[in-house]
Nanobody, 124 residues
């Protein structure tokens, strides 16, 4: 059975940092592309960042200078370091796994497995 479990969310203030983690089990983690998506209140889920099996990364433009995605294949975990958080970063953050190891697709439909999400609230 596949499990993706996010953690690290919380309530922070504008300008603060958070590191999200997603622990994965039940798949050959190192062979999957991993990604983070976000769903803000009243909005559709949107792509944030992805990292392929060779740690090739892809970001949505508005987080490029603030967020960093990384993976630790020894721990079957993907991370999202978020710096200089803004109120518009508020939302539920989901991690996702794509069995295509070289893809860093921005489309949610490309991903095979999803976590339950972790809430991030940025207060101004």
């Amino acid at each position: 059975q596949v499990h993706l479990v996010e953690s690290g969310g919380g309530l922070v203030q504008t300008g603060d940092s958070l590191r999200l983690s997603c622990a994965v089990s039940g798949i050959s983690f190192s062979q999957y592309t991993m990604a983070w998506f976000r769903q803000a209140p009243g909005k559709e889920r949107e792509f944030i960042a992805a990292v392929s099996w060779k740690s090739i990364t892809s970001y949505i433009d508005f987080v490029k200078d603030r967020f960093t995605i990384s993976r630790d294949d020894a721990k079957n975990t993907v991370y999202l370091q978020m710096n200089n958080l803004k109120s518009e970063d508020t939302g539920v953050y989901f991690c996702a796994a794509d069995r295509s190891p070289i893809s860093t697709s921005i489309r949610g439909s490309s991903y095979d497995y999803w976590g339950q999400g972790t809430q991030v609230t940025v207060s101004s």
